[in-house]
């Protein structure tokens, strides 16, 4: 198994005032385990991999998470369906039926990468989320999201 790692750099964008904050910042990908969230008000730049498991667990001591990203990730339906009976017999007694089936379903996903890398083609084939907003050839300006903490019962 190959695992190159080629996002092992932080890549930390530059933006109008980022030099004049005075708090304490990191990257994700170098955690500083010094830093108390508790009754804080956090910024997270990002929405990605890492965002997605950090933010809910710091959201739950902060006072306030706020997540700011530039493109919304696209979210579209995902056809799960259970089989036939009649679908589990022709995949038990037709070699090669099952890996077919998989096949269809995986180039069936991967022939809608154009759409995702062309928002007004997303709009065109029906995929839905916040990303379906955005304008076609342009990069819409980053936006937040204030978290607050959830309520304790």
Known sequence: MMAP?????????????????RGRTFHS???DHDFEVTG?????????ASAVQFVP???????????????????VPKPDRPLSPAAHR???????????????????????TPAFMNPELMRRRGGGGAGASASSGSRPPIASQPHSRPARV
């Open 29 to 31: 990908a170098q955690w």
């Open 90 to 112: 022709v995949s038990r007694y037709l070699p090669g039926a099952q890996r077919l089936y998989r096949w269809a379903i995986y180039w069936g996903y991967e022939s809608s």
């Open 5 to 21: 790692g080629p996002l092992h750099e932080p890549s930390v964008p530059a933006f109008p005032g980022r030099d004049m904050f």
């Open 57 to 75: 667990q710091i959201a739950e001591q902060a006072e306030q998470v706020t997540v700011f990203q530039r493109t919304p990730h696209w979210i």
């Open 40 to 48: 804080k008000r956090i910024a997270v730049i990002g929405t990605g």
